[in-house]
C-alpha cells in the first residue's frame, strides 16, 4: 500500500504492471477498473459536446467542445492501455455502461447551469474515487489513471459561471443546490451497485486482493468523498 506524505510505497503500489498481475485477481480487478474509467471518459465525452448545445454564448460553446476532445483522449490513452494488457476495450466497459448510462438517465439537466454543476459535481466525485483507488494500484496503473484525472478545466470554468449566476439571481442558488444533492445520491448509489456487481474489484476494495482496503478503510474513503463534495459546493457558493 502506498503511505501519505513522501513514505516508500509498499505491496502492490510498490510493484510494476508486469509483476503485479501475475495475480489474476488483482489483473481482473485493474481491467474492470480500467473498464469503468473508460467507459466514463466516454461518456464524459458525449455529455460535454452535447452540453455545448445549451452553451448561451459562442466562446461557452468552444470551451466544452475543447474539454470533450480532452475527454476523448483519456478515453483512447485507457482503450489503447487495455489492448495492449490483451483485453478487449470493449468487452471491459461493457459491464459498466448500463450504470453509468442510468445515472445519466436519471440526471438528465434541464438547463445550462445544470449541466455544469452536474459534469463539476458528478465528474469529481468519480475522480475522487479514482484517486483513493490509485494508491493501491501498481506504479504503471497508478500512473495511467492518474493522468486521465488531470482537470480538464472544467471545474473552473463551472464555478466561475455558476457563482456568476447566482450572483445575477440569487434564487438559482437553492434550485442548484438542490440539483447537486440529488447529483451525489445517485452517484454514489450508482457506483456501490458497480463494485457490488463486480467481485474482483469489490474483493479488492474490501482488502481481498493483496493490499486493497479493508472495510473500516473503504467508510474513510466515502467519508473523504463527501468532504470533498462539500468543499467543491461551498466554492460553487451553495450550501451542501
Request: charged share 30%.
Amino acid at each position: 500500500m502506498e503511505t501519505p506524505d513522501n513514505a516508500t510505497p509498499t505491496g502492490i503500489a510498490a510493484k510494476d504492471w508486469a509483476e503485479a498481475s501475475a495475480e489474476p485477481q488483482y489483473r481482473a480487478a485493474v481491467i474492470d477498473l480500467l473498464g469503468a474509467l473508460a467507459y466514463g471518459e466516454l461518456a464524459a465525452f458525449e455529455r460535454l459536446a452535447e452540453d455545448a448545445k445549451l452553451a448561451p454564448t459562442l466562446a461557452d460553446k468552444a470551451e466544452l467542445a475543447k474539454m470533450a476532445a480532452a475527454e476523448f483522449q483519456h478515453f483512447e490513452r485507457l482503450r489503447d492501455r487495455l489492448a495492449a494488457v490483451d483485453a478487449e476495450p470493449t468487452a471491459a466497459m461493457e459491464p459498466f455502461a448500463k450504470a453509468l448510462d442510468d445515472f445519466h438517465r436519471l440526471t438528465a439537466p434541464s438547463d445550462w447551469l445544470e449541466g455544469l454543476v452536474k459534469a463539476y459535481v458528478g465528474d469529481s466525485i468519480a475522480s475522487d474515487f479514482y484517486r483513493e483507488v490509485a494508491a493501491r494500484l501498481d506504479s504503471d496503473t497508478r500512473g495511467l489513471v492518474l493522468a486521465v484525472l488531470d482537470d480538464t478545466g472544467h471545474g473552473n470554468f463551472a464555478v466561475e459561471k455558476v457563482r456568476a449566476a447566482i450572483d445575477a439571481d440569487p434564487r438559482v442558488g437553492g434550485r442548484l443546490a438542490l440539483w447537486a444533492r440529488r447529483l451525489m445520491g445517485e452517484a454514489l448509489s450508482q457506483a456501490q451497485r458497480v463494485v457490488a456487481e463486480r467481485d474482483a474489484l469489490s474483493t479488492m476494495l474490501v482488502g481481498g486482493v493483496a493490499d486493497g482496503f479493508d472495510l473500516a478503510e473503504v467508510g474513510r474513503m466515502f467519508s473523504r468523498i463527501t468532504e470533498a463534495h462539500t468543499k467543491r459546493m461551498a466554492a460553487l457558493g451553495l450550501a451542501a
